[in-house]
Each structure stands twice: as structure tokens, then as C-alpha cells.
């Protein structure tokens, strides 16, 4: 068993630290071999899926939720006031399912890059680091190319063009959509960034890592059919 020490990435709501270690197991951590493919799992290796969930809407109801009752469901005042956006970039340890987390101002390379930085610096010595990234521009532009290329440790794996679903993180970003964001109410925007990072601190209080279960057999049915449609 390895552990990683505990990051100063979530931040709860009180400006406490958030942290903890990460158990990882060496000989089940999943990875894909040079090139994309699937192969053997990489030895003393943390694997991490990492993006970035961006413009998430700081909304509060001019009215409040009035509770369900019998036969009635919730109901929900439709207008709002609009107190700005807020932009998380999150990085998820693929085999243990935590998540860490970080309020961004600016989605650019160079926030990327500071991110990656502290995570670099929060990793035991020695241990491989292997990221699925998907082709956004802040994780393809030479800056970053660059930042890699001088930590030899780092091993990129993209995302086909077009298939960032794939990418797990975004598998926790749909439960921070349904869990936080869509029936939440904001006062500011620092109200937003405090729940959503409180939420992640929570998360991985009882996190389990994601079973990859889809044989991808519908899309070589619909591969060659577009291809005999083609012909």
C-alpha cells in the first residue's frame, strides 16, 4: 500500500485545509499502455483523471422553495438573481474515487499548470503519475507540453477528439451537477465556490472508485453501419 500526502487542494467553507491520504494499492491501479491502448497496469503508479468543470451559475431565487406536501412536489420560484460564475478544476484518483479540488479565476494554461504543480509537489518521490486529460486547449497547448516534458514522471494519456466522456472526472461532475448545483441557492458567488468545495470534502469522506462496465459493442454496431450506409 502507498500513501500520498494530504493536499492543500479542498477547502472547506471555513478555510480549514482539507486532506487526507489516499490509499493505493500498486498491483490494481488500472492504466493503458503507450498510444492509448489498454495494457498492463503501470507499477508504483497514482492515475488520475483531471478537468474542468467551468461557468457554473452562482443563482438565488427571489423567492424560497416551498417544501413538497401531499400529492404535491416541491415547487420552485423560476426567476433568480444572477451573482456571477465560478469554475472548478478537479482531479480524481481513479482507483480510490477521491477527488481533488480548486476554485479557478481563469481557465487558461497557466492556472493548469499551477495545479499540476501542486499535486506534483503533494506526491511521494519515485511514484508515476499517469493523467487522462481530454483535448481542451489548457491541456494541449505548448505551455503545458512544456511542463510535462520537464516532469518525466507525468504520463499523459488524451481522450479520443470528441469522447472526453470517457474521461471518469466527469462522471463526478454529473453528481456535483445533481447533488449542489441544479437545486441550489446561492447568495454570491463565494457562497457557490464554499458549498461546491464542502461538498467535495464531503465526497470523498465515502468516495469508491467508478466500475467501468460499457463493452463499447454499440458503437462497432454503429460503426459499420455508417460504414455500409457509406458504401
Not at 514522471?153 to 449542489?180: C, D, G, M
Request: proline share 7%; charged share 25%; glycine share 8%.
Amino acid at each position: 500500500m502507498v500513501s500520498r500526502k494530504g493536499g492543500p487542494v479542498n477547502r472547506p467553507g471555513n478555510g480549514a485545509v482539507y486532506g487526507r491520504k489516499l490509499q493505493i494499492p500498486f498491483n490494481r491501479v488500472p492504466g493503458c499502455a503507450p498510444g492509448g491502448h489498454r495494457g498492463s497496469p503501470p507499477e508504483r503508479a497514482l492515475v488520475l483523471s483531471v478537468d474542468e468543470k467551468t461557468s457554473i451559475q452562482a443563482k438565488e431565487r427571489r423567492h424560497p422553495d416551498r417544501a413538497p406536501g401531499p400529492g404535491r412536489p416541491r415547487r420552485r420560484e423560476f426567476e433568480y438573481v444572477r451573482h456571477g460564475t465560478a469554475s472548478l478544476l478537479a482531479a480524481m484518483d481513479v482507483h480510490s474515487g477521491t477527488v481533488l479540488a480548486r476554485p479557478i479565476e481563469r481557465n487558461n494554461s497557466a492556472t493548469f499548470c499551477a495545479f499540476l504543480e501542486a499535486i506534483e509537489k503533494d506526491v511521494e518521490p519515485g511514484l508515476a503519475i499517469h493523467v487522462i486529460l481530454d483535448n481542451g486547449s489548457s491541456h494541449v497547448s505548448k505551455e503545458t507540453k512544456k511542463w510535462f516534458a520537464e516532469h518525466p514522471r507525468w504520463v499523459v494519456h488524451y481522450t479520443p477528439v470528441h469522447a472526453s466522456w470517457v474521461n471518469q472526472i466527469e462522471l463526478f461532475f454529473s453528481i456535483l451537477q445533481r447533488k449542489v448545483i441544479r437545486k441550489g441557492n446561492f447568495t454570491s458567488r463565494e457562497d457557490l465556490i464554499a458549498k461546491l468545495i464542502v461538498f467535495v470534502s464531503d465526497y470523498d469522506q465515502t468516495a469508491k472508485p467508478f466500475a467501468w462496465t460499457y463493452s463499447g459493442d454499440p458503437l462497432k454496431v454503429a460503426c459499420q453501419a455508417g460504414l455500409h450506409a457509406w458504401n
